[in-house]
């Protein structure tokens, strides 16, 4: 039994610093979420909501995101059309805390690793607005595309980015990978 964890330790290490981060993140952020009460829209997503905005203001000045009555999340006007809302899922932190689990279960130095996961997370947030962006901009002339378009294509644009830069983090900072090749 012991020769069977010395030989899978590292996958074994692998396993339980992912579940783990991934759990302890998580948790965390269901727990923002409830300090919001579940009828108004949070931080992250209302902060979204408004860089989407004043990107899509210099396509349209008239853009903007209106609260919805009961305030739990934004109507998107674009063109003087009602395009879409922005709900409390469009903000990318749960792609954000599988792509900080990730880089933490191939951890390095306390250093690199959280600079690695604060960049890349930046890099994610940042681009997840200018993919609601395009969504929005694209929804508005092509209506009748939203599954094609939100469903398929974007997600795949997104999570192509994090499994690339996954790859980076493996490949250019993570030693085990390196020592083993």
């Not at 692998?14 to 919001?36: C, D, G, N, R």
Request: net charge positive; aromatic share 18%; glycine share 6%.
């Amino acid at each position: 039994m012991n020769n069977y964890i010395q030989e899978y330790k590292p996958f074994l290490l692998f396993l339980a610093k992912f579940f783990i981060s991934y759990l302890l993140l998580t948790v965390m952020y269901q727990v923002y979420l409830k300090s919001y009460n579940g009828n108004s829209v949070d931080g992250i997503t209302s902060n979204v909501s408004l860089l989407s905005e004043k990107l899509l203001q210099a396509i349209d000045e008239n853009a903007k995101m209106v609260k919805d009555t009961r305030g739990e999340y934004f109507l998107v006007i674009f063109n003087n059309n009602y395009v879409g809302r922005i709900i409390e899922g469009c903000n990318a932190i749960s792609v954000i805390i599988l792509f900080v689990s990730f880089i933490v279960s191939f951890s390095t130095t306390f250093k690199t690793t959280f600079l690695f996961a604060l960049g890349g997370s930046v890099l994610v947030y940042l681009l997840n607005v200018l993919r609601i962006v395009f969504i929005i901009i694209i929804l508005d002339k092509y209506p009748g595309n939203e599954h094609i378009i939100h469903g398929v294509v974007f997600p795949l644009i997104i999570y192509g980015i994090v499994f690339m830069l996954w790859l980076l983090w493996i490949n250019k900072f993570y030693k085990y990978a390196s020592k083993k090749a």
